[in-house]
């Protein structure tokens, strides 16, 4: 029987301050995957946000479209678990030193995105019946503090694989297609 073979965890940062794409532990044999997809030891160890998950979320979108892009005052771990999407990030916290940054990453099963609070977390479905699971350190709540951008904002320069109509509402959301640009959120400190 052949020994099976483990991809170590790894992380990388990104150009938005406290970003960080992660690669989970799998361990593959003739059964299938094993994927690590959270350990509070690697986190700390890799000197990343150590849990404490007060609440788990899970999606479930069509493929086209787009959630978010939304920025509360929380950690998010977050991931596919079915599917694939688009990941879009962006910084709109005032006075951080990376404030306008925007970075994409493809979502993939065994990839994840540690998102620090006050970054905007959105994505676009690649695929029908795309699950993506969002980790909380804090629960969310209706009104909690956050900034939120719109997510087809030109000035953003985020090339949404699928093209998306501001109207139609199976792409978009009415809350999302209200949201404002970068920089009027900027501008409003």
Known sequence: ??????????????????????HVKEIHDERGTI????RASAMAEAGLHGGAWQQLNLTETSRGAIRGLH????????????????????DARPGS????????VPLTLGVQVLVPPGVCNGFQALADG????????????????????????????????IAVDPAD????????????????????G
Do not use: N
């Open 1 to 22: 029987m052949p020994s099976p073979r483990i991809v170590d965890r790894r992380h990388e940062p990104t150009a938005i301050d406290g970003l960080h794409v992660l």
């Open 35 to 38: 994927r690590e997809f959270f």
């Open 71 to 90: 920025g509360e005052q929380m950690t998010k771990l977050v991931s596919v678990v079915a599917g694939q999407a688009f990941g879009a990030y962006v």
């Open 97 to 104: 030193a990376t404030a306008g940054a925007v970075v994409t």
């Open 130 to 161: 795309t699950q993506y699971l969002y980790c909380f350190d804090a629960e969310w709540v209706p009104g909690m503090p956050g900034r939120a951008v719109h997510p087809l904002d030109p000035a953003l320069g985020i090339a949404w694989p």
């Open 169 to 188: 509402r199976e792409r978009l959301s009415a809350k999302d297609a209200g949201l404002p640009s970068l920089a009027d959120v900027l501008a409003a």
